[in-house]
């Protein structure tokens, strides 16, 4: 069955760095774009970045643009998420999501999700 198990959260002070990892299994990673999506205390699911299947192209929310970037290796079936200039606002459920197709579209599958606090 498909598992997405996501690692790397933490408590990191404004303008630290944290990188999170989505181990995923049960399914051709290679085959399906992969997202993050990111859900705050008391609001809505935000849509954080996208990559497609074999990499060669990604997108980023204007929040986070400049400042995170998404990667994937294929080889060991794990999508990173590299955050940079941590801001207060980016405190939130950090979620990794399986697409149903190459190109990022709709998730089918859902990780159980990392928190990541920034915080001084």
């Known amino acids: 069955q498909v598992q997405l198990v996501e690692s790397g959260g933490g408590l990191a002070q404004p303008g630290g760095s944290l990188r999170l990892s989505c181990a995923a299994s049960g399914f051709t990673f290679s085959s399906y774009a992969m997202r993050w999506a990111r859900q705050a205390p008391g609001k809505g699911l935000e849509w954080v970045s996208g990559i497609y299947s074999d990499g060669s192209d990604t997108y980023y929310a204007d929040s986070v643009k400049g400042r995170f970037t998404v990667s994937r290796d294929n080889a060991k079936n794990t999508l990173y998420l590299q955050m940079n200039s941590l801001k207060p606002e980016d405190t939130a459920l950090y979620y990794c999501?399986?697409?149903?197709?190459?190109?990022?579209?709709?998730?089918?599958?859902w990780g159980q999700g990392t928190q990541v606090t920034v915080s001084s």
């Open positions: 999501v399986k697409d149903v197709a190459p190109a990022p579209s709709v998730g089918d599958y």
